[in-house]
């Protein structure tokens, strides 16, 4: 893949931030929402789909097995060829920086009568894929990938395929969700046990699809384990799906919303799944002005309104069953606890080792640079809170990551001195108006 020409930008200090602003499609229910109605019999429309380069990726490669996806006015529709109803790519399938694209298409393939190659770009080519490869084994869907379970990967898929039950042995969304998607194509009953619950958007989704799918919670009597079966074959109905504002896009705009003095900004539509929502209860823990309001829900997802207001944050120490909640969040989580008072403490956080960039240690390097005191532990971080301003003035390198470059990006807002972010072009996988958006608030 053929990276853009690198755009480095600085952000500094420039006063409130004070108004509305809006955050795209949830990538992670947008991803399912395309496939879904993918493996759906007849036409769907979607509603508020991201707009990110991740999620265009997914939509490509649709295409390019057959699924007919247009934009139509304010909405995406989806005709859906059935699950069984793939054709073979002519070519590698290209994700882009999409890990999420990637893991769930392999599931969805697995199960299908089709050999697609994946690519990516360097960042995603780093990023180790055998927690999918396994299990996708298991039912035997034929694997060839690079050294480490890396791209460029080759997947034949078998039809009809073996299902199974499957104890994932790492918290992951993703490993379910792929194992749940090569499911609706397979005879018999897929299960797969979660001993940490994970985000739950594939099976809220999917239930709304028509599949016949049962969720038993986890319980102490059983080990708080999460039981999801899936009966296979699946009749999927088209639907239309309105997609909630994500609330990882979000985290960013309140975080800067509360370390810079005299901001207050408000985002509707924010998606606040219970098992998305760590990041607001940690911050609120801070000692965060949040107002949630209007809740509601949209597409089987729960929605509110959000309004952030500066606040003197204090740290925290964050408890370890918050982290499969926030996973996505810690960057912006960094940042906040680099501005509170006293010293903050993240663990078991290994996970964010092999995600675009290694998080722990581009953030641990990152806040060094602009004056944090930060100690990097292993599969966590020690910040020591400045309690206001730090001196800034450095220049960031965002390990084409969008996260990181978002994160540093907010931290230049509250820094004596501009930060210098290499590089903001990684941000279009996932908010492409969010230079925009912080403008749009400094101009109110």
Request: charged share 20%; net charge neutral.
């Amino acid at each position: 893949m053929t990276r853009s020409k690198a755009q480095p930008m600085a952000f500094g200090p420039g006063g409130p931030l004070v108004g509305a602003a809006s955050v795209p499609g949830d990538k992670s229910i947008s991803h399912r929402a395309l496939m879904l109605a993918a493996m759906a019999v007849g036409r769907s429309r979607i509603l508020g789909l991201s707009d990110g380069g991740d999620v265009l990726s997914t939509v490509a490669a649709l295409q390019a097995m057959g699924v007919r996806i247009a934009r139509r006015g304010d909405g995406w529709e989806v005709d859906g060829v059935g699950a069984g109803g793939l054709l073979q790519p002519r070519g590698a399938l290209d994700m882009g920086n999409s890990g999420t694209s990637t893991r769930l298409l392999m599931g969805l393939i697995a199960s299908h009568p089709v050999t697609a190659t994946f690519i990516g770009d360097a960042s995603l080519a780093r990023r180790p894929m055998d927690r999918v490869i396994a299990p996708l084994r298991r039912i035997g869907a034929d694997i060839a990938a690079a050294p480490g379970g890396r791209l460029p990967l080759t997947l034949r898929g078998l039809s009809p395929a073996a299902p199974a039950d499957f104890r994932l042995s790492v918290a992951s969304a993703q490993v379910k969700s792929a194992l749940l998607l090569a499911g609706l194509n397979m005879p018999g009953v897929t299960r797969v046990i979660e001993p940490v619950p994970t985000r739950d958007h594939s099976e809220r989704m999917l239930k709304a699809f028509g599949a016949d799918i049962e969720v038993a919670e986890g319980t102490e009597g059983t080990g708080g384990e999460r039981i999801i079966s899936l009966t296979g074959e699946a009749q999927l109905s088209p639907r239309d799906v309105h997609v909630p504002g994500d609330p990882s896009s979000a985290a960013f705009l309140i975080v800067a919303a509360l370390i810079v003095p005299g901001s207050e900004v408000r985002i509707e539509g924010v998606g606040v799944n219970p098992m998305r929502a760590g990041l607001f209860r940690l911050l609120e823990a801070m000692g965060a002005d949040l107002t949630f309001s209007n809740r509601r829900e949209s597409g089987g997802e729960p929605v509110a309104d959000l309004v952030a207001r500066h606040s003197p944050l204090r740290a925290v120490d964050v408890p370890p069953e918050l982290v499969p909640a926030m996973i996505d969040e810690f960057p912006a989580f960094f940042i906040a606890a680099a501005f509170a008072k006293g010293t903050s403490r993240a663990r078991g956080l290994a996970e964010l080792r092999v995600k675009e960039s290694d998080r722990i240690a581009a953030m641990a390097e990152g806040l060094g640079a602009i004056g944090a005191a930060v100690e990097e532990e292993g599969d966590g971080l020690t910040l020591h809170g400045s309690g206001g301003a730090l001196p800034g003035g450095a220049r960031i390198a965002s390990r084409l990551d969008h996260r990181i470059a978002m994160s540093f990006a907010v931290a230049g807002l509250r820094c004596s001195e501009p930060v210098t972010v290499d590089d903001m072009t990684p941000v279009s996988t996932s908010f492409p108006g969010f230079a925009a958006a912080l403008s749009g608030l400094h101009a109110s």
